[in-house]
């Protein structure tokens, strides 16, 4: 790459970039050629995210200086990078879902009419929006709502907007944590073309299998600094962990727990309001991992949602050590020692603007109160235990949940349900969005929990996640129980084969 | 506690300014009278403080009061009810208001703006049809409750008009004294049961908060609950003081005092966030404005724009001072990186 500078379509130069209490970027250097695909990864606080929002000018560096086409350039504002020719896909969805694609796609840039209206040119815009579409391999009409598309539908949207603009440089971060295998590779098939169109691409995931898939090359990020570069020969997943967290990890799933005959939570004949057509079976025994894989969409969250209590099933029993349960409410599974530990986040696991101290304690908070006062000093002393036990990195208990990294978020997260002592762990992509090594501890907790002889129940979507901590894999497709392997059966392509609905 | 602090300082640099300019304004006489209204007002501005913790609103509180207060005068005065069972109607009716407004929001998942908008109407029209218009009143009688609005403390404990003149002047208005204990009550509730917790957790995010376990319908309508049973208290101690209630016009823009109070005290329209002791001196310093607008002589007509002046500056003031702290903070990182590599956390 160095050798030949002509090509060099972008450089950066000793960017630095602080945020209160942290240095989020130093002294970063990197260039990306023409026609490129340039995977960037790291731990989450490794600066991947503020490095591509330094380009795509939300964030304003310190220090540090980028050239373009070997021109030096501030991008002080989203605009000026637009301007420039930079776009970015966010990992979230940004679009407004209750107007149409070519609106969505256009958004703030409508061709105008040429007349003294200035009105909105329709026919363009439309015209406009069918020609980027098809250029995605996308056959949706540009009046379709947005509402109307699936999870990877819109993703697909959201590209389309960033190329709206001509870009020449495409920043993608996280673009599959949300979407389905099949979504996946025509994305893939979508960045391979726009390579082919000289356009060059700056990709972030943590989805390492797909880097090694997709990449040209590699940057790894430690600690806001570059830890070192890959060729596309030597991207490996071996040295991509390496590159991240510094060391080997000799052995990511340990398996010491043994999982015993004795039922602990059965559901039988359980109906989903999503899906009232099937029937739910399945059994998860004491000290037991059972991992719930399928594609996104095929109804796991909603079934683990019912379970919990959080929306009504239609019909079906619960047995918790063979006796019949009623789970009307949250509260009714959390007193029968069941316990959910969301998919969600920011939306449905934590208080992102509160304490650190006041969101591991809510759930049990009824625990600490004598004659109706809280006891304060046994809430932190709680806190400050479950912060120990799963070692969440923070300054405080006071701080704010969202000033913490991803990984220690959904530690927090877990701290607040492990507070409960649950007989039964319902997991919903415990490990999405987090770094390796806050995964591996997770998966550590796993296996302790789970040698205390806690029934677990994983929700997860990644394959080497469901082959490594599963004793049992159920796979979910449109709403029913579409298999069981056992540990003897268990292969990517077993699993593969009946998410997909095969027989 | 800081912000707390700020609005204290607010609190005072507008009495400063004022007594600079007029002394008559620090005078006893004049400082309970502004404790009375604070008094009467921060009721109300403390009921409404917990619907917006929950990231709501309750803009039927001002035609609570005014229907509340009305109606107690008319059982007792017109209709000779006992004055217990006045009371306990009353109250049981502001309950009941509150409760059907959180069942509206909760169950039925009516935005609360809505629900209360037309509580605002539907309380106003009661008070009217069912009082014919008819101003009510205590007259000259039933003085023992008149004392919940007009006593004082400790004067009262002398005969009339026989106390020292130093303790006439600095007797403490008694809906100052109510406004205290309603306080000290609420404060308890906010931060020392898991009920207070459970509303601010559930005013951030509704629903971390339930899959948290939490009965947050229940919060909810507590949540109204106490803030129309504030409407209704104010209500009575505000007809017991002027002694004459209007059902057409009492308690008029109330809810937007009482809002005033909470957002000046720093209770967030976001939800989520809010404290008894900032809401009461919210409520003071409106007030005080009312107050300082008199004693300086201002004309009357101009008395809406410097009190919404005023607390726009407050309240932006606030938003500047939060940012500017933040990059103050970004500073302090960059020159304890910059010197050497050594973080050194000492700097400034």
Same mark, same amino acid.
Request: aromatic share 4%; glycine share 4%; charged share 40%.
């Given at each position: 790459m160095a050798e030949n500078e002509g090509s060099s379509l972008l450089e950066m130069r000793g960017i630095t970039k602080y945020f209160p209490g942290a240095k989020a970027l130093d002294h970063v250097d990197f260039e990306l050629n023409r026609g490129e695909i340039l995977a960037v990864i790291g731990e989450n606080g490794a600066g991947k995210s503020t490095l591509v929002k330094v380009l795509g000018g939300i964030h304003l560096p310190e220090m540090g200086a980028i050239r373009l086409n070997g021109q030096d350039v501030v991008i002080d504002s989203v605009q000026t990078a637009t301007k420039l020719g930079i776009s970015f896909v966010h990992q979230e969805l940004n679009l407004s879902d209750n107007l149409d694609i070519a609106t969505n796609v256009f958004l703030g840039r409508e061709p105008r009419e040429k007349n003294f209206l200035r009105l909105i040119d329709r026919k363009k815009l439309y015209r406009d929006t069918e020609e980027i579409l098809q250029h995605i391999d996308m056959n949706y009409s540009p009046r379709l709502l947005v509402h109307d598309l699936t999870i990877g539908g819109q993703q697909m949207i959201e590209i389309a907007k960033a190329l709206s603009i001509k870009a020449q440089i495409l920043i993608m971060d996280e673009p599959t944590s949300s979407l389905s295998r099949g979504e996946t590779e025509q994305l893939f098939k979508v960045i391979q073309e726009l390579k082919l169109q000289g356009v060059s691409i700056i990709y972030i995931s943590h989805r390492l299998g797909e880097v090694k898939e997709v990449a040209d090359r590699v940057m790894v990020l430690r600690d806001g600094r570059v830890s070192g570069h890959l060729g596309k020969e030597e991207i490996s997943h071996e040295k991509m962990v390496k590159l991240m967290?510094?060391?080997?990890? *000799?052995?990511f799933y340990h398996h010491e727990h043994e999982a015993s005959k004795k039922p602990v939570f059965e559901v039988r004949d359980f109906i989903v309001a999503e899906h009232p057509k099937e029937r739910i079976n399945f059994t998860v025994h004491e000290g037991e991992i059972v991992v719930l894989a399928g594609l996104v969409g095929a109804g796991r969250t909603e079934l683990a949602h019912a379970l919990f209590g959080i929306v009504k099933p239609l019909g079906g029993q619960i047995l918790l050590d063979d006796r019949p349960i009623v789970i009307n409410s949250p509260q009714d599974a959390m007193r029968a020692g069941i316990i959910l530990v969301p998919e969600d986040r920011k939306l449905h696991g934590l208080i992102m603007e509160m304490a650190v101290e006041t969101n591991i304690t809510l759930?049990?908070?009824?625990?600490?109160?004598?004659m109706k006062m809280i006891q304060f000093e046994e809430v932190r002393t709680v806190a400050n235990e479950m912060v120990q036990k799963l070692d969440v990195?923070?300054?405080?208990?006071?701080?704010?949940? *969202?000033?913490?990294?991803g990984g220690n978020q959904q530690k927090v997260v877990l701290a607040k349900w492990l507070c409960l002592n649950p007989r039964v762990l319902l997991l919903d992509e415990p490990t999405r969005g987090i770094d390796v090594v806050a995964k591996e501890e997770i998966y550590r907790l796993m296996e302790r929990l789970a040698s205390q002889g806690v029934a677990i129940l994983v929700i997860s979507s990644e394959m080497l996640e469901v082959l490594g901590i599963a004793d049992r894999i159920l796979v979910m497709h449109d709403g029913r129980i579409s298999g069981e392997l056992s540990k003897e059966q268990f292969s990517e392509e077993a699993v593969v084969h009946l998410a997909t609905g095969g027989k | 506690m800081k912000r707390i602090a700020g609005i204290a300082v607010l609190l005072v640099v507008v009495m400063l300014i004022t007594t600079l300019i007029d002394t008559t304004f620090i005078k006893g006489y004049n400082i309970m009278n502004i404790m009375r209204w604070s008094g009467l007002f921060g009721i109300l501005s403390l009921g409404e403080a917990f619907p917006v913790m929950t990231a709501g609103i309750d803009l039927s509180v001002g035609s609570i009061s005014g229907l509340i207060g009305a109606l107690s005068a008319n059982f007792i005065r017109m209709r000779g009810m006992p004055i217990a069972l006045a009371l306990v109607i009353c109250f049981g009716l502001a309950i009941l208001m509150g409760y059907i407004h959180g069942l509206l929001v909760t169950k039925i998942r009516m935005q609360p703006f809505v629900v209360t908008l037309c509580g605002l109407f539907i309380y106003r029209g009661m008070a009217r049809f069912t009082m014919q218009d008819v101003t009510q009143g205590y007259g000259n009688a039933f003085l023992g409750l008149k004392f919940l609005a007009h006593g004082r403390v400790p004067a009262a404990f002398w005969p009339a008009g026989q106390a020292p003149r130093v303790i006439q002047d600095w007797s403490l208005p008694m809906p100052f004294i109510i406004i205290v204990i309603v306080g000290i009550i609420l404060a308890v509730f906010l931060n020392r049961t898991v009920y207070g917790r459970y509303i601010l957790a559930l005013g951030r995010n509704e629903r971390a908060a339930r899959f948290s376990g939490i009965n947050t319908d229940r919060m909810t309508i507590v949540a109204y609950m106490i803030s129309s049973t504030c409407a209704g208290l104010a209500g009575i101690l505000f007809s017991l003081d002027l002694n004459t209630v209007q059902p057409s016009t009492a308690g008029n823009m109330y809810e937007l005092y009482a809002i005033a109070g909470c957002v000046v005290g720093g209770v967030s329209l976001k939800g989520g966030e809010g404290n008894i002791m900032g809401v009461i001196i919210g409520t003071a310093i409106v007030r005080v404005l009312y107050n300082a607008i008199n004693i300086l002589g201002i004309a009357t007509t101009l008395e809406f724009g410097v009190v919404g002046l005023v607390i726009l500056i407050g309240v932006g003031a606030d938003e500047v001072i939060k940012s500017l702290t933040a990059r103050r903070r970004i500073a302090e990182v960059r020159s304890a990186h910059g010197s050497g590599g050594a973080a050194s956390s000492g700097t400034t």
């Open positions: 967290v510094g060391r080997d990890i *000799e052995k759930a049990s908070l009824d625990r600490y109160q004598k990195r923070l300054r405080s208990i006071d701080q704010l949940v *969202e000033s913490l990294s | -």
